[in-house]
């Protein structure tokens, strides 16, 4: 195993879309951010330089972090914000995870174009456990505004409503040919009749859970979150953001140029969304007349409807691992943890113009009804580790206040959810279950729930309320998918696990960053076990403080 070394210098960047130059927030002025490529095994330097007018930090998603949770990135989770004119070094290793990645900043909103992807080849002299493609390409999902996306969260926050949808979705930082203006801003992804290619497809979306596919061509997929998965065929992969998919498709084609297109899964019911579609081209080296530079239309292909919940839950629900897993079986905490929408009281006196949420409120989310909020100016870990008080409370309830038809009518004493920054605590080694429950509190929608720090196995998941008496003998605790970022149904549940060897304070929460600005978060707090090896590393010298 090798160790790289990176620096990532966060400044503002002009970068033209849509036929408007903004002034961007990118890593070494390249939007979308570089690709960091290692193997399994190796140790990753990192030295985030911040020229930027923000505060940032990087979150490495999916990265396990074992015992380097200093370097995992959520601002004032783990670490306080790089200030600006600051830095810190990131350095952590890549230990038994291969396939596909990402990073992002973990800051405000400054993710939506502060990512790039991370992939993680096999060790050196190991190879994948499907035959070698010819070649690989990252297609990253991305959403992109007509304006400053810290402005946009800025003002959503002052007014308590929801923030203006994005103007166009993005592969590889480019719209493609169906917007205005962004006919040269289409990614061709070049194939050879014959040849088989792996697409590593990453949702870095801020807010849109998307279905993607290619005209004509089917999609073998491998892997997802950096897990080998049974390899199964699909026309239609749909991802929230946060979740990747590795998929192999073959040339098998007539020679011609098909689009790659990605539109909208929006699941929540009569909320805005970003209607539009966004496409690359697919195209043979030996397209007749391409070969002579002459522009052939690509085949159009089908997309799902913005709704259709059942094609996504097919597709979610396909995944195995490869092999018998070790999921497991005794389990020492059992969590049921409540997913959704809230909305605020306007309190009283204040102006119209703050509240202009459904009614006159302001929007909020929670998890067992705590919404969550960041510490202010000190984060959890180095609270946690400094013994320093007043931060955080470990009272984040294991089951929620009240028991309710959960995706039914909902008592109104829910719809407000009580603020705080709570953490449940965990024993090292502790064996985790936790159901995930939707609520149609406001709306029902999809939830894609990430865990930091861990990969965790998805043993079921269904529409409706979670029912414990019936819903275990669907648990599948012989190979189900291992992943990072669950997708949860609509009004429906997925029950995960995790063993809890993996000291630190780990975030979990949806990866909609709306929802995360709202609350819809909460925190493990995992302590040390018995020896220096179940334990946190002390913090780097270079730890931003606050
Ligand atoms: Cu990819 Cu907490 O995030």
New binding site residues.
């Given amino acids: 195993a090798k160790t790289q070394y990176h620096d990532f210098v966060i400044q503002a960047t002009p970068v033209k879309r849509l036929c408007k130059t903004h002034n961007t927030i990118t890593v070494n002025g390249q939007f979308p951010g570089p690709t960091l490529e290692v193997n399994n095994g190796d140790t990753l330097v990192i030295n985030v330089v911040n020229r930027a007018r923000y505060n940032v930090t990087i979150?490495w998603?999916?990265v396990k972090q074992i015992r380097t949770a200093w370097a995992d990135?959520?601002e004032f989770i783990t670490q306080c914000p790089i200030r600006p004119g600051g830095s810190y070094t990131y350095r952590f290793t890549i230990q038994e995870q291969e396939g596909t990645l990402?990073w992002?900043a973990?800051s405000s909103w400054l993710?939506a174009t502060v990512y790039g992807a991370l992939i993680i080849h096999p060790k050196e002299g190991e190879f994948y456990p499907f035959p070698k493609p010819r070649r690989e390409t990252p297609i990253l999902l991305g959403e992109w505004w007509d304006a400053n996306p810290i402005d946009v969260i800025r003002q959503a926050t002052r007014t308590g409503a929801a923030p203006n949808v994005s103007d166009a979705y993005t592969i590889n930082g480019q719209p493609g040919d169906l917007y205005r203006c962004s006919s040269k801003d289409t990614t061709i992804v070049l194939v050879d009749s014959g040849e088989t290619s792996l697409l590593r497809v990453i949702n870095a979306a801020l807010n849109q859970q998307l279905f993607f596919t290619v005209a004509n061509h089917k999609l073998t997929v491998v892997g997802a979150d950096a897990s080998y998965v049974q390899p199964f065929t699909t026309s239609v992969l749909m991802l929230g953001?946060?979740q990747t998919t590795d998929v192999l498709i073959t040339g098998n084609q007539p020679p011609a140029r098909y689009y790659m297109a990605a539109r909208a899964y929006a699941s929540a019911q009569g909320a805005p969304f970003d209607n539009t579609t966004t496409t690359a081209i697919l195209e043979y080296k030996n397209t007749p007349c391409a070969v002579q530079g002459i522009k052939i239309n690509p085949v159009f292909p089908s997309l799902p409807q913005f709704n259709d919940t059942a094609t996504a839950a097919a597709f979610t629900t396909s995944f195995r691992s490869p092999s018998k897993v070790e999921v497991p079986t005794e389990i020492d905490e059992n969590l049921f943890i409540t997913v959704g929408l809230g909305l605020k009281n306007c309190p009283r006196g204040a102006s119209s113009s703050s509240c202009q949420g459904p009614n006159g409120t302001r929007f909020a989310a929670s998890m067992n009804n705590v919404s969550f909020v960041l510490p202010p100016n000190f984060s959890i870990l180095q609270a946690h580790q400094q013994g320093i008080p007043g931060i955080f409370s470990t009272d984040f309830p294991a089951v929620p206040p009240v028991k309710f038809d959960y995706t039914g009518n909902v008592i109104q004493s829910l719809w407000q959810p009580v603020p705080g920054t709570k953490v449940y605590k965990l024993k090292y080694g502790a064996k985790v279950q936790v159901v995930l429950q939707g609520t149609s509190i406001v709306t029902g929608e999809n939830h894609p729930i990430?865990l930091?720090g861990y990969d965790f196995y998805i043993i079921a998941e269904g529409f409706g309320n979670f029912n414990p008496q019936t819903d275990t003998a669907k648990f599948n605790l012989v190979d189900p998918p291992r992943r990072n970022?669950a997708s949860l149904p609509v009004n429906g549940w997925s029950v995960i696990r995790f063993v809890a060897d993996n000291p630190g304070v780990w975030?979990m929460?949806c990866?909609l960053d709306v929802h995360?600005t709202w609350g819809l978060a909460m925190s493990f707090l995992v302590e040390n076990g018995v020896n220096e090896l179940e334990s946190l590393e002390d913090p780097p010298v270079d730890l931003p403080v606050c």
Avoid: E
């Fill in positions: 979150h998603h999916g990135g959520p990402w992002h973990h993710r953001p946060g990430h930091h970022t975030l929460h990866h995360i």
